[in-house]
């Protein structure tokens, strides 16, 4: 049974940091892409970050400032953000890719975490 658990959000001052974490169950973390999503009160879901076999991918609005990377050891990605903004505060999802390729399509990823939140405040 696939299954994909968030950890690591909470409240963090702007210029903060937090490392999220996916830990993943049910299959083999290294054969598939992870996606990082976000979705803020009343607004949409947003892609922040995808780590495919190959490479890692980037929003705009989190590159240079967000970091995402396979912990393989653990069977866990990552997400360190660093220079934390108000406007970065939302909940948090991670979800699995049905293969190693790149997507920022929400619709493309086939299982989901329950989602970690994070607000950024002071």
């Known amino acids: 049974q696939v299954q994909l658990v968030e950890s690591g959000g909470g409240l963090v001052q702007p210029g903060g940091s937090l490392r999220l974490s996916c830990a993943a169950s049910?299959?083999?973390?290294?054969?598939?892409?992870i996606g990082w999503f976000r979705q803020a009160p009343g607004k949409e879901r947003e892609w922040v970050s995808c780590?495919?076999?190959?490479?890692?991918y980037y929003a705009d609005s989190v590159k240079g400032r967000f970091a995402i990377s396979r912990g393989n050891a653990k069977n866990t990605v990552y997400l360190q953000m660093n220079n934390l903004k108000p406007e970065d505060t939302a909940v948090y999802y991670c979800?699995?890719?049905?293969?190693?390729?790149?997507?920022?399509?929400?619709?493309?990823?086939?299982?989901w975490g329950q989602g970690t939140q994070v607000t950024v405040s002071s």
């Open positions: 979800a699995m890719l049905g293969g190693s390729y790149y997507s920022r399509d929400a619709s493309s990823y086939t299982y």
């Open positions: 049910g299959f083999t973390l290294q054969s598939y892409s």
């Open positions: 780590i495919s076999s190959r490479s890692t």
